[in-house]
């Protein structure tokens, strides 16, 4: 067990394809966290889902970005018609507690390339 | 609006020497948390410290502390004893109501042999 597992590691995609990006949380994770992260730069957030009620979309970049995360584990994000500025890694977090300040774990993210 | 501000995109340290990581923060939020992250070249966001708001006392973990300065609104990362597998990017964060985490852009760090 676990950690944070998330998949693919890595993902080629040509510009205009769709992609999906599985994260699997901490069992027993409420909390569940998507992050952007350009080459050089600290992660930026996306979405925020508590079980799986997406409360927070506010950072998702357009509408061609959509989480989900149906049974309240396993989340997935997609990104459709994939452009070249979507390139980076995305990472996805988790946290015990509902509202909390206490630490959320990483997993080890998806590198996303477009070519 | 939450902001987080590393101002030293690099930093370099001898071994076995400390070294302080600066960070600062601004939020209207009266009750938060603030992170410090190291991300290693394999990419994975490792948890080293937490301060609440609220906490007295400054947070330590090991060879990390947190010089936790409210009224300055800065949370600098001290590393003691740097050893070569330090190296590393790190990062400043916080989280407050909103419950979205804020990272800072981040420091790389390199301890020199």
């Known amino acids: 067990g676990a950690g944070v597992s998330q998949s693919p590691r890595y993902k080629v995609a040509k510009r205009g394809q769709d992609v999906a990006l599985r994260c699997d949380p901490i069992?027993?994770?409420?909390?569940l966290f998507w992050y952007q992260q350009a080459l050089g730069q600290g992660p930026e957030f996306l979405t925020y889902?508590?079980?799986?009620?997406?409360?927070?979309k506010s950072g998702l970049p357009s509408d061609r970005f959509f989480a989900e995360r149906p049974e309240g584990s396993v989340s997935t994000l997609k990104i459709q018609r994939t452009q070249q500025e979507d390139s980076a890694v995305y990472l996805c977090?988790?946290?015990?507690?509902?509202?909390?300040?206490?630490?959320?774990?990483f997993g080890p993210g998806t590198r996303l390339t477009v070519l | 609006a939450q902001k987080i501000t590393q101002t030293q995109p690099g930093m370099f340290v001898q071994e076995k020497e400390a070294v302080t990581l600066d960070c600062t923060y601004d939020?209207?939020?009266?009750?938060?948390?603030l992170f410090w992250y190291k991300q290693p070249s394999s990419g994975e966001m490792i948890f080293l410290i937490y301060?609440?708001?609220?906490?007295?006392q400054n947070a330590t973990e090991g060879r990390y502390s947190l010089n936790f300065q409210k009224a300055r609104k800065s949370a600098n990362l001290v590393i003691s004893a740097s050893q070569l597998g330090d190296s590393a990017m790190y990062f400043c964060?916080?989280?407050?109501?909103?419950?979205?985490?804020?990272f800072g852009a981040g420091t790389r760090l390199t301890v020199k042999p």
């Open positions: 964060a916080m989280r407050a109501i909103s419950n979205d985490m804020r």
């Open positions: 069992s027993g994770h409420v909390s």
């Open positions: 889902f508590q079980n799986e009620a997406q409360l927070d």
């Open positions: 977090a988790s946290s015990l507690a509902q509202i909390s300040y206490n630490e959320q774990f």
């Open positions: 301060q609440g708001s609220y906490d007295q």
């Open positions: 939020t209207s939020d009266p009750s938060y948390g």
